[in-house]
């Protein structure tokens, strides 16, 4: 007897929205090429996390995102700390200092006051601890059931200090150095254990920081990076496909170079994830010329958030794929995720 399978690639046209259009992988990609783009317009040659403009004969970039955590609160943080730390992050991976953050709260009717209080203080303290004040806001009320708790919009506003006038994948040449800020995987797999009641040893604690303090020191004083990504929805490997995409140009990591916490490893290994696709909320990753890698790292590790910065690998010729090179010295081919693998992680 023949038995006949059927396994039909994923397809990249929906006729409604999935989860994974918000993954921030090529769904999300298809999304805004087939729907906003063509509504709205391209304003730069590139996708980016924040978009510069023009004003006053000087340049700014205005960046705005939405929180949707499930769980609100997880170790490390909440989903006000992410909305703060998120936002800040995005001027920042621009080349922007960061001046002003508005905040939209959507509400479900239900929703305990002192839970809005906590998340209140806690997007206070992170926009205190990236020298940033939150200025303008709206609220609005959904009925019960029909809001999961919380949503917050934040966007942001900043002034573009990086020489050449902020960052972007178009400045990245053949071989730059990628550093990475910190270890990876924490977040993503801080809020899947939290969601689904799983404890880990050590535990797991999300990155979620504002990188203000050594992304401003680069910008200001630092070799000044060509081009910078907070790794987020996708993680390291979803960034750096993006922007290899981007640049046109070959990239190449060194996984044993990656930093990753044993509980995070572990955890990844025990249920199926790889830690180089799960996101991040206080981790970049940063193209610089190779000859100043290592004044970069210097600077870098001045400061706590990016204590564990390394140099993970390195800019090759033209082509626009990423390869990363095992412990066993094979090396292997990343490909920008349809999705993501853990949905409302952000």
Not at 127 to 136: F, G, H, L, P
Not at 137 to 165: H, M
Not at 285 to 309: K, Y
């Amino acid at each position: 007897m023949v038995v006949r399978m059927n396994c039909p690639l994923p397809n990249s046209r929906y006729s409604a929205i999935t989860m994974a259009h918000g993954g921030g992988g090529t769904l999300t990609e298809t999304l805004i090429r087939d729907v906003f783009l063509p509504a709205f317009g391209q304003p730069t040659p590139s996708l980016l996390d924040a978009t510069p403009f023009a004003i006053g004969g000087g340049r700014a970039a205005l960046t705005t995102d939405s929180y949707v955590v499930q769980p609100l609160f997880f170790p490390g943080g909440d989903i006000g700390t992410l909305a703060v730390c998120g936002t800040v992050n995005d001027l920042l991976m621009a080349g922007a200092r960061p001046i002003a953050l508005s905040a939209g709260f959507i509400l479900e009717e239900g929703l305990p006051i002192e839970t809005l209080r906590r998340v209140a203080a806690s997007m206070r303290a992170a926009a205190e601890a990236a020298n940033v004040r939150v200025i303008a806001g709206d609220t609005k009320v959904v009925g019960r059931g029909a809001g999961d708790g919380l949503y917050i919009t934040t966007s942001g506003v900043g002034e573009i200090i990086a020489p050449g006038g902020g960052l972007s994948p178009e400045r990245i040449r053949p071989g730059d150095a990628i550093l990475l800020t910190g270890d990876i995987g924490r977040h993503g797999m801080a809020v899947m254990a939290t969601r689904h009641g799983l404890t880990f040893s050590p535990p797991i604690a999300s990155d979620c920081a504002p990188l203000a303090a050594p992304m401003l020191e680069l910008f200001t004083s630092g070799p000044p990076p060509h081009c910078a990504r907070d790794l987020t929805r996708g993680g390291l490997g979803g960034a750096l496909c993006e922007l290899a995409q981007s640049a046109g140009l070959d990239f190449e990591i060194e996984e044993t170079a990656i930093p990753v916490e044993p509980s995070v490893r572990h955890a990844c290994e025990l249920l199926g994830f790889d830690p180089l696709f799960v996101p991040n909320e206080g981790c970049a990753a940063i193209f610089l010329p190779h000859d100043q890698a290592d004044a970069a790292l210097a600077c870098l590790r001045r400061h706590e958030v990016s204590a564990r910065a390394a140099l993970i690998g390195r800019v090759g010729g033209r082509g626009g794929a990423v390869a990363a090179r095992t412990a066993l010295g094979t090396l292997r081919r990343l490909l920008a995720p349809s999705g993501e693998q853990l949905p409302r992680i952000c």
